[in-house]
């Protein structure tokens, strides 16, 4: 098995891409790698195995508790990071590593219709993501949060963070098999 740095695999990407696109390429390959390890260590500790669970909770139950919900609020946001638009809000000259971004990119492209569609889809798989971020993490919706007249948080469970992750795999992976004639 041959491994590459991150470097060699921008190198690499910006030569078959052009630099933009290559770069905001990788750039969002190291973001869902990094975002799948949070995954993974979250399922590890808290979704696989009810006597590790038990066992975290009798040592240190509310200091774990802490723990679970900084990492699940994490993987949140960083769902909904990545599925931000292209550019900052009210800051036009301020662009967002996002798959919005990664479209925009490729709006010229042979792949454009088949990348639409993949963001949409992928936008979808998201949304519950950036529903807890706008309403719960990031900023406190008062409606919610005094369970007054609030349209009730979207539903978000170990299923939907899952199909979020495969959602934004499948995009990143059309983009690769046109350019790189590979997946991930």
């Not at 991150?6 to 190291?30: F, H, K, V």
């Not at 949070?38 to 508790?65: H, M, Q």
Request: include cysteine; charge should be neutral; proline fraction near 3%.
């Amino acid at each position: 098995m041959i491994h590459r740095s991150a470097e060699e695999i921008q190198r690499d990407n910006i030569s078959l891409m052009g630099e933009e696109l290559g770069m905001a390429y990788s750039a969002l390959w190291q973001e869902l790698a990094l975002l799948y390890q949070k995954w993974e260590n979250y399922v590890e500790l808290f979704g696989t195995n009810p006597g590790r669970i038990d066992v975290l909770n009798r040592a240190a139950s509310s200091t774990i508790r802490v723990i679970q919900d900084a990492l699940w609020e994490s993987i949140l946001l960083h769902i909904a990071r990545l599925t931000d638009p292209p550019h900052a809000h009210r800051k036009p000259d301020q662009a967002n590593l996002s798959i919005r971004h990664l479209t925009a990119l490729l709006q010229e492209t042979p792949l454009r219709d088949d990348i639409q569609t993949k963001q949409t889809e992928t936008l979808d798989a998201c949304k519950f993501a950036r529903n807890w971020r706008d309403k719960s993490i990031a900023h406190r919706d008062l409606s919610v949060a005094l369970k007054k007249n609030a349209e009730p948080l979207a539903h978000a469970s170990r299923l939907t963070v899952k199909l979020a992750l495969q959602s934004l795999e499948n995009y990143l992976n059309s983009v690769s098999t046109h350019y790189l004639q590979s997946t991930t």
